[in-house]
C-alpha cells in the first residue's frame, strides 16, 4: 500500500488520471490525500470534485474550495476565470458543498515509517508563532465553526474588517493564503510572485526566524504556483502550477519520490 500526495487539483480532473496511471495507482490498495484547491480555472471542476469526493482518502479546504462555497452560500459573485457554474448548476450540488464544507484545515498524520515528526498537511503555510499543537487546535476550531454555521463563518472570513477583528478568521486566512510573512510574524498579503520576488522586510512563511513548529512536524502543502514543487526535510510543497499548463505532482510518503505528468490540454480550457 502507498500514500500519495497531490498538489493543487484545480478541476484538472483529466490530468489526475494520467498521473494517478502513470504511479499505478489502485483504489483497493493505495490511498490518495490532496492539498486542497480542489476545484476551480481547470476546465473540470465538477468532475474533479466528485472523484475526490468518491476515490479519495483525505483533503483540506483551500482559498478556492472556501471561495466556492461562498459562491454556493451566495456571499460572493463568480470572478472571471471562474470555472464553479457546473458545480453549481449540478443535481448533487448539495450534496457536494455540503461534503465540501466538511472537510477540515488541517490533516496530522504520524510519519508511516514510524519515525521523525508528524506530518502536518495544510493548503498554504503555518505563521512562525504556532507550535503543532496550536495550529491543530485552532484548525478543529474552525472546521467547527464552519460546519455549525457556514454562511456566517464565510461572511466573516470575507470581511476583510472581521478577519481583523477575529483571531480564529485570521488565522484560516493564514492556513489557506499564505505565501510571506512580515518581521514581525504576521501574515503578508498580496505577494504571488517567486520567493526571490518579495518584497524587503519579509520571509517565505517556510523560511521565517523563529518558526515554532520547527522540528515538531513535517508540512505538505500546496498554494504557491510560482514556488513550484519544493522538498526539503520540513517542507513538501506540490503547487506546480498544472493550472497554468505546467504539470501535476504527487508525493509518495512512504519514501518520498516525487511524480510528476504534464497538464492535459483538456483541463485547460
Request: net charge negative; charged share 25%.
Amino acid at each position: 500500500m502507498a500514500t500519495y500526495v497531490v498538489g493543487d487539483l484545480q478541476g484538472c480532473h483529466a490530468t489526475l488520471q494520467a498521473l494517478l496511471a502513470a504511479v499505478e495507482f489502485s483504489s483497493e490498495r493505495d490511498r490518495v490525500w490532496f492539498v486542497g484547491d480542489l476545484v476551480n480555472r481547470g476546465a473540470s471542476s465538477l468532475e474533479a470534485l466528485r472523484w475526490v469526493r468518491d476515490h479519495g482518502h483525505a483533503t483540506v479546504l483551500g482559498n478556492h474550495d472556501l471561495h466556492l462555497l461562498a459562491v454556493g452560500a451566495g456571499i460572493r459573485e463568480q470572478r472571471s476565470g471562474d470555472t464553479l457554474s457546473p458545480i453549481l448548476k449540478a443535481p448533487d450540488r448539495d450534496e457536494l458543498l455540503d461534503w465540501l464544507a466538511s472537510q477540515p484545515f488541517v490533516r496530522r498524520s504520524p510519519p508511516l515509517d514510524g519515525r521523525g515528526p508528524d506530518w502536518l498537511m495544510v493548503h498554504a503555510g503555518l505563521l512562525p508563532g504556532w507550535t503543532r499543537d496550536q495550529v491543530t487546535t485552532v484548525a478543529r476550531a474552525a472546521s467547527h465553526a464552519l460546519r455549525e454555521d457556514r454562511v456566517g463563518f464565510l461572511e466573516g472570513l470575507f470581511s476583510r474588517k472581521s478577519r481583523r477583528r477575529d483571531p480564529l478568521l485570521g488565522a484560516v486566512r493564514a492556513l489557506t493564503t499564505l505565501r510571506c510573512v512580515d518581521q514581525e510574524g504576521d501574515a503578508f498579503g498580496g505577494h504571488k510572485g517567486a520567493p526571490d520576488q518579495r518584497p524587503p522586510g519579509t520571509y517565505p512563511w517556510f523560511a521565517a526566524p523563529g518558526r515554532a513548529w520547527k522540528g515538531q512536524c513535517r508540512v505538505l502543502c500546496g498554494h504557491w504556483a510560482a514556488l513550484g514543487l519544493r522538498v526539503d526535510p520540513e517542507v513538501v510543497s506540490l503547487d506546480s502550477g498544472c493550472v497554468w499548463g505546467r504539470e501535476l505532482s504527487a508525493y509518495r510518503l512512504d519514501d518520498g519520490e516525487v511524480f510528476s505528468v504534464s497538464a492535459e490540454e483538456s483541463d485547460l480550457g
